[in-house]
């Protein structure tokens, strides 16, 4: 297994504040609150991989103070939450200053169309989250992880703004829509984000035993921890997004039988505390969706919102990795590099380590990612003929274009329609004679299907 201090990501995440590549106005404002030995309340905003949580880490270093940090994902519920930084906030200390660093504030949620368990144990039914109404409590089923049992809870709907999200499969055919750090149920209830699930990964199903008993269960079911194993998970557009924040368990179940983590809409209890206890307690919180902050969170912190980096400022950061492992690369590779994850840093900086062999780094696929990106383009232009002089492999064009099927349409349905197709296409390229007609066929279906 990697060692976590090993990953490049945690090797260069820079230590202090002359390390981190920033535009000038963003390092002068974190200078000065060095300079003046504080901070107000801060809200950093901006994309993934932006350095965020990197900015956080070096003012709870270099600021004399004492810290804690909470994850909206990792902590257990609203209580605790309270407790734990009311606990915090009380503690004498000699330090100057005391932090809370709420990290991911608006972390965890499921897309509108998403069926949940609602009712309580004996009268049952499903309802979408779109149908709920925001803040209004309801009685929610829940898993006490202790006993293992379903109980009766009581849960409300917390609108969380636009994300984008990710489309996870189980082996069954089964499929959720999730942001990529909203955390599910692994063995044993160990929650762990969609971002950090592998394909082989099991998780938490409770649809057998409970759903076989529903409608007429009558007293606390027991849950059997089947597991089931995902088998895809991939990329989705940006779209509304939804969760619920239960009251006892901090858990839901989904109408297809999945359990799932609740948000702990810290955001709410954060409010009052941020006021009660301003003396010498200041809050960080991150985000990357600043529409998902609550209003009178932004109106009680200072915002530092993080453009994305000017291409060879980034260049400048991946550089210097290479430079200092020693590493054999290629500028133009480096380029592509960074115009394939654009902005998010995190992302360019696992794919060196990943494609260094032999202290030389090969972007692989090059080429075929140039072409793809033009065969991209062309698609959506309805231009065939272009098509068909691009220097493609074929099979591995049809999992581009399966996998990056929400960059050629935003439209739900023709996504579901044009995956269909392309799976139909890729597997007769397996028997077919002129795999290059079968191909400029397959795309020929998804120009006409666009324009439906
Ligand atoms: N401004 C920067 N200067 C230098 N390195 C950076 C910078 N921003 C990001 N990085 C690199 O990217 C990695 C990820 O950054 P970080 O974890 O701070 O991102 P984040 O904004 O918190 O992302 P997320 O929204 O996903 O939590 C760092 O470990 C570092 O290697
Ligand atoms: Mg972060």
Request: contains cysteine.
């Amino acid at each position: 297994m990697i060692d976590k201090n090993q990953l490049f990501v945690e090797k260069y995440r820079p230590k202090a504040l002359n390390e981190l590549v920033l535009e000038s106005n963003t390092k002068e404002m974190l200078e000065k609150f060095l300079q003046d030995g504080g901070i107000p309340h801060l809200l950093l905003a901006g994309n993934v991989g932006c350095g965020k949580t990197t900015i956080a880490k070096i003012l709870l270093k270099e600021l004399d103070c004492d810290s804690i940090t909470l994850n909206a994902s990792d902590e257990r519920g609203i209580d605790t939450v309270r407790n734990k930084i009311k606990q915090f906030a009380m503690m004498s200390s000699f330090k100057k200053w005391k932090i809370v660093l709420l990290d991911e504030a608006d972390a965890m949620c499921l897309t509108g169309d998403t069926e949940i368990v609602v009712g309580s144990l004996n009268n049952l039914s499903l309802r979408r989250l779109s149908g709920l109404k925001n803040g209004r409590k309801i009685m929610i089923p829940s898993v006490n992880i202790e006993t293992k049992k379903v109980e009766n809870d009581i849960g409300c709907l917390v609108d969380s703004g636009m994300v984008k999200f990710y489309e996870v499969e189980l082996e069954d055919g089964r499929k959720i829509r999730a942001s990529s750090k909203h955390p599910f149920f692994t063995n044993d209830f160990v929650e762990v984000k969609v971002c950090d699930l592998k394909v082989g990964d099991s998780i938490i199903d409770v649809s057998e035993d409970f759903f076989k008993k529903c409608p007429d269960v009558e007293c606390h079911p027991n849950v059997k921890m089947k597991l089931i194993k995902i088998k895809s998970i991939k990329k989705l557009g940006i779209e509304r997004a939804y969760n619920i924040s239960m009251e006892k368990n901090h858990n839901f179940i989904l109408g297809n039988g999945i359990l799932t983590h609740n948000t702990i809409d810290a955001q709410f209890v954060l409010r009052n505390l941020m006021e009660t206890y301003a003396g010498h307690t200041r809050f960080i919180l991150t985000c990357n969706y600043l529409n998902k902050i609550i209003e009178p969170i932004r109106s009680r912190c200072q915002l530092i919102e993080f453009n994305n980096l000017q291409r060879k400022r980034i260049c400048v950061i991946l550089c210097y990795i290479f430079e200092k492992e020693k590493i054999k690369y290629d500028l133009d590779e480096v380029l592509l590099l960074i115009d394939m994850y654009y902005p998010d840093i995190r992302s360019m900086v696992n794919t060196i380590q990943l494609y260094t062999f032999a202290s030389v780094w090969a972007l692989r696929n090059v080429k075929s990612f140039r072409n793809f990106e033009q065969l991209l383009n062309l698609i959506k232009k309805g231009d065939l003929k272009n098509i068909r002089e691009l220097d493609l492999d074929y099979t591995e064009s049809y999992k581009y274009l399966f996998d990056n099927v929400d960059e050629i349409t935003e439209n739900y349905d023709k996504r579901v329609a044009l995956s269909l197709e392309i799976a139909e296409f890729l597997y007769r390229d397996t028997f077919i004679a002129d795999k290059g007609i079968n191909f400029a066929a397959c795309c020929l279906k998804i120009i006409e299907k666009l324009k439906e």
